[in-house]
C-alpha cells in the first residue's frame, strides 16, 4: 500500500513539474522577447551615474537569472530512467522556475526605474 501511495505522488509531482516547465518555458521566451523589445530603448535615457549603474545591475541581474533558468530547464531534457533521477528532474524544474521567476522580477524593477527615471526627467 505505501509504494501505491508513494508512486501516485511520484506521478503527481512528473505531472506539476511538466506544468511547470512549460510555465517557465513559455516566461523565458517572453522575458526574452522584452528584452530585445526594449534594448534599444534603454540606451537612450541619459541620467546620473548612479541610475545608469542601477539599472545596468538590474539588467544583468535579470540576465544571469534567465540564464540559470535556461541551464536548469535544458538540464531536464533527457529521459530519466530510476525514482531518484525524477526527484532530480522535478527539483530542477522547481529551481529553473524560480530563477525565472526572480529574471522577470529584476525585469519588472528594471523596467519600474526607466519609467519612474523618464517621468521625472521629463
Not at 518555458?25 to 522577447?33: I, K, M, N, R, Y
Not at 525524477?86 to 529551481?95: A, D, K, P, T
Amino acid at each position: 500500500m505505501l509504494k501505491n501511495h508513494l508512486r501516485r505522488d511520484l506521478n503527481w509531482l512528473k505531472s506539476q513539474a511538466r506544468k511547470d516547465r512549460r510555465i517557465t518555458v513559455g516566461l523565458l521566451a517572453g522575458l526574452l522577447g522584452a528584452w530585445v523589445h526594449q534594448a534599444p530603448a534603454a540606451g537612450e535615457v541619459s541620467s546620473s551615474p548612479l541610475l545608469l549603474a542601477i539599472s545596468a545591475a538590474l539588467a544583468v541581474g535579470s540576465g544571469a537569472a534567465w540564464l540559470v533558468a535556461t541551464y536548469l530547464v535544458s538540464r531536464t531534457l533527457r529521459a530519466r530512467r530510476e525514482p531518484a533521477e525524477e526527484l532530480r528532474w522535478i527539483s530542477r524544474i522547481s529551481r529553473g522556475k524560480e530563477w525565472a521567476f526572480c529574471s522577470l522580477s529584476a525585469y519588472v524593477a528594471w523596467h519600474l526605474l526607466q519609467f519612474v527615471t523618464a517621468l521625472l526627467l521629463g
